[in-house]
């Protein structure tokens, strides 16, 4: 089992920042792709960023050069930082992660509980 706890989001304005963090616990897993994931009212959930263990990442398009994830693998802990904020960025930011069990080798993947992102003056 793995729990995701998600932190930083809130209220900000157009062409603000904002930086997310999200830190994994678990024991018997490895922890391989950690991201995050974005919702609105009425609309699939979508990716916005990812990372492997080794730090390959994948952007959304609509949001390359303006957020930036990272990770620390020894604390497993993955950030988001949002620069540039639009108010279309306005969602519910969810934090992700891939496993792998250690005790089956299972792959298994997890959702944190989601933190609100709101861009508006």
């Known amino acids: 089992q793995v729990q995701l706890v998600e932190s930083g989001g809130g209220l900000v304005q157009p062409g603000g920042s904002l930086r997310l963090s999200c830190a994994a616990s678990?024991?018997?897993?490895?922890?391989?792709?950690m991201g995050w994931y974005r919702q609105t009212p009425g609309k699939e959930r979508e990716l916005v960023a990812s990372?492997?263990?080794?730090?390959?990442?994948d952007y959304a398009d609509s949001v390359k050069g303006r957020f930036t994830i990272s990770r620390d693998n020894a604390e497993n802990t993955v950030y988001l930082q949002m620069n540039n904020l639009k108010p279309e960025d306005t969602a519910v930011y969810y934090c992700?992660?891939?496993?792998?069990?250690?005790?089956?080798?299972?792959?298994?993947?997890?959702w944190g509980k989601g933190t609100l992102v709101t861009v508006s003056s």
């Open positions: 678990g024991s018997s897993v490895i922890i391989n792709v």
């Open positions: 992700h992660t891939r496993v792998v069990t250690t005790t089956t080798w299972t792959n298994m993947q997890y």
């Open positions: 990372i492997t263990r080794g730090g390959s990442t």
